[in-house]
Each structure stands twice: as structure tokens, then as C-alpha cells.
């Protein structure tokens, strides 16, 4: 069992920054995956990106791709989002994500959750 826990949300101005980490309470294994998703009000979960835990393969959509980095800290058992140039758009619940089959977008393939953070970007 692996328990999630995310910090770092916040409000920030547009064209601001803030850095999102996920504490895992286990180690993950080799073969796990570790991701974000965002879920604004009244619109489905969206995938934010995801890193294999292993070999620190990384996945962005193109909505974030070049603003977001998603890194890990193997010694820590934490991962990290870190997001600039932040947009309004960008406001909404952000949820870190974790599961020991393949690098995906879905969120049906994650089977481990945190509870989310508020991130708020203003205009």
C-alpha cells in the first residue's frame, strides 16, 4: 500500500511560480510510475505529467509542456512539480498519482491517489 501526500499548492499571480511535492509513505519499486493530474471545477481530471521512477523518463501534455518539470528524489521517496509562467487556466485541484504498470495519461490507471492540493492562479 501506498500512501500519498501532497503540499506546495497555493495562490499566485499569473505568470508566477510554485513548486508542488508528493510525499510517498513506501518505497515505490523499480517499476513504478508517479504522476499529476489537475481537476478544475465541473471538468474532468487532466493529466499534468507523469515520471518513471526508475529511470526518470518524463510525460508532458502540451498544455504544460515547457512551463511544468516533474522530478523525483529517490532518497526522499518525494516527487516534485514545478510550474511557472503559471496561467488562470491552471487553477484547480492538483493531484499526485502512483502505480507500478506503465507510463500512462489515463487516470484510471493509477491505482494510488493523494488527497490534492488547491492550486489558485490569479489574473
Known amino acids: 500500500q501506498v500512501q500519498l501526500v501532497e503540499s506546495g499548492g497555493g495562490l499566485v499571480q499569473a505568470g508566477g511560480s510554485l513548486r508542488l511535492s508528493c510525499a510517498a509513505s513506501a518505497r515505490t519499486g523499480r517499476s513504478f510510475v508517479m504522476a499529476w493530474f489537475r481537476q478544475a471545477p465541473g471538468k474532468e481530471r487532466e493529466f499534468v505529467a507523469a515520471?518513471?521512477?526508475?529511470?526518470?523518463?518524463?510525460s508532458y501534455p502540451d498544455s504544460v509542456k515547457g512551463r511544468f518539470t516533474i522530478s523525483r528524489d529517490n532518497a526522499k521517496n518525494t516527487m516534485y512539480l514545478q510550474m511557472n509562467r503559471l496561467k488562470p487556466e491552471d487553477t484547480a485541484i492538483y493531484y499526485c498519482a502512483a502505480d507500478s504498470q506503465g507510463l500512462s495519461a489515463l487516470p484510471g490507471s493509477y491505482d494510488y491517489w493523494g488527497q490534492g492540493t488547491q492550486v489558485t492562479v490569479s489574473s
Open positions: 515520471i518513471t521512477w526508475n529511470s526518470g523518463i518524463t
